[in-house]
């Protein structure tokens, strides 16, 4: 059964740091793409990372580029995304996918499994 469980959300003050993890049973994380998404309320779901099966090539969308690292700990079956420099926009319910292909994606639409989701919350 596959499965995918996100932890690590919380409350984190502008400018700080926090890491969200993803961690997989059922699978091998990497024979998958996975990604990471967000949605904040009354907004569409987007995008932020992702990592590419087998080589583990990333991609990041242009609103976290250079903030945010996506990594992923074979022996663990996980996959971390480390966020820095947090701005209060960033306030969202956070979500890993994953999908059985090579190439990864940060179109949500080409993920069939995924996670319940935890929360961030950027704030002072």
């Known amino acids: 059964q596959v499965q995918l469980v996100e932890s690590g959300g919380g409350l984190v003050q502008p400018g700080g740091s926090l890491r969200v993890s993803c961690a997989a049973s059922?699978?091998?994380?990497?024979?998958?793409?996975i990604g990471w998404f967000r949605q904040a309320p009354g907004k569409e779901r987007e995008g932020i990372s992702c990592i590419s099966a087998v080589d583990g090539s990333t991609n990041y969308a242009d609103s976290v580029k250079g903030r945010f690292t996506i990594s992923r700990d074979n022996a663990g079956n996980t996959v971390y995304l480390q966020m820095n420099s947090l701005k209060p926009e960033d306030t969202a319910v956070y979500s890993c996918?994953?999908?059985?292909?090579?190439?990864?994606?940060?179109?949500?639409?080409?993920?069939?499994?995924w996670g319940q989701g935890t929360q961030v919350t950027v704030s002072s």
């Open positions: 059922g699978f091998r994380l990497d024979d998958y793409a």
């Open positions: 996918a994953a999908v059985l292909t090579f190439r990864c994606s940060l179109w949500y639409t080409e993920y069939n499994f």
